[in-house]
């Protein structure tokens, strides 16, 4: 049974940081590309950033610089640090992991919320 479980989110002042923590089990851990999305109220989801397991990253363009995704293979984890919160980076935030071949063995996590508010 594969889960991801996420940790990490609340409620944050404009210019804070927080970090995300998404723990996988269920799966081989390397073989899968993660990352972390986000949806925010009467929007679709988005993806915020991936990290294949050699490490090359990738992110949407309005969190580059603030955004920081990285992996501990050892632990199946990963993280996701967010400096320079802004109230527009206000979501429910989802670890993904998805199979580097099989695209289909593609899992979420339940989610956890960020609220960036003064």
């Known amino acids: 049974q594969v889960q991801l479980v996420e940790s990490g989110g609340g409620l944050v002042q404009p210019g804070g940081s927080l970090r995300l923590s998404c723990t996988a089990s269920?799966?081989?851990?390397?073989?899968?590309?993660m990352g972390w999305y986000r949806q925010a109220p009467g929007k679709q989801r988005e993806l915020v950033a991936t990290?294949?397991?050699?490490?090359?990253?990738n992110y949407v363009d309005s969190v580059k610089g603030r955004f920081t995704i990285s992996r501990d293979n050892a632990k199946n984890t990963v993280y996701l640090q967010m400096n320079g919160l802004k109230p527009e980076d206000t979501a429910v935030y989802y670890c993904?992991?998805?199979?580097?071949?099989?695209?289909?063995?593609?899992?979420w996590g339940q989610g956890t919320q960020v609220t960036v508010s003064s």
């Open positions: 269920g799966i081989i851990f390397t073989s899968y590309t």
């Open positions: 990290i294949a397991s050699g490490g090359r990253t």
């Open positions: 993904n992991a998805r199979h580097t071949i099989v695209t289909t063995r593609n899992y």
